[in-house]
């Protein structure tokens, strides 16, 4: 697999193996998808962009047992995990190397696009656009105007800024549908301090 910037090849690399040590429960992720799924209707199929184990996709499986998955990650690792739990599809490959036309009613997208080059930014926020048939789900750390911050001792590996306002910007027909934010003392389901957006194409049916 060739790599495009030093962030895949971060993630590819141990550091992104022991990313996956530290995260494997997708409990508190059903209450927020909860959330989620109910402002949506008919959501029949979901991708999501840098799944990992599929922690994400999990909590989708036990609120909609019927759902069609796909995962694209670019960790080795991550994806022979999600292959042992065979409710998905996996692609094991960087997002910058997604290139399939499938639309999905909804595409996804957690604590990544805060690990993107920021160059690479348009090129995520198109495959996201492109891939979804009405919704864009995004949760990330927010910050107004970006921000490069030191992860875990290491420069440039997480940036911080409006993802969804920019994709609001950048594409029309996208409606801000709702938002909320997580808390890391949330009393039962904690997760990391991050905003999450869901967004709506507009006429998603002729889409």
Not at 36 to 58: H, K, M
Not at 152 to 172: N, P, Q, T, V
Not at 189 to 194: G, L, N, S, T, Y
């Amino acid at each position: 697999m060739s790599f495009e910037t030093e962030q895949e090849e971060f993630w590819t690399s141990d550091f992104g193996d022991r990313y996956i040590e530290r995260n494997q429960d997708f409990i508190a992720n059903i209450p927020l998808f909860s959330k989620v799924i109910q402002r949506t209707t008919d959501v029949g199929s979901a991708i999501e962009f840098g799944c990992n184990i599929g922690l994400n996709l999990q909590a989708l499986k036990v609120l909609l047992p019927e759902i069609e998955l796909t995962g694209v990650e670019i960790n080795e690792s991550a994806c022979k995990f999600l292959k042992e739990w065979n409710k998905c599809r996996v692609i094991n490959k960087s997002i910058f190397e997604y290139d399939e036309s499938t639309k999905y009613d909804l595409s996804i997208i957690k604590g990544v696009l805060i690990h993107i080059n920021p160059n690479k930014l348009d090129h995520v926020y198109e495959t996201l656009y492109s891939s979804s048939k009405r919704y864009i789900f995004i949760a990330e750390y927010y910050n107004p105007f970006p921000v490069s911050i030191v992860y875990r001792g290491h420069s440039d590996r997480l940036f911080k800024r409006d993802f969804a306002g920019e994709m609001l910007d950048k594409y029309k027909k996208l409606d801000l549908i709702d938002y909320g934010f997580l808390y890391h003392r949330d009393n039962y389901f904690a997760q990391d301090d991050i905003n999450w957006f869901l967004l709506e194409k507009k006429k998603w049916i002729s889409v």
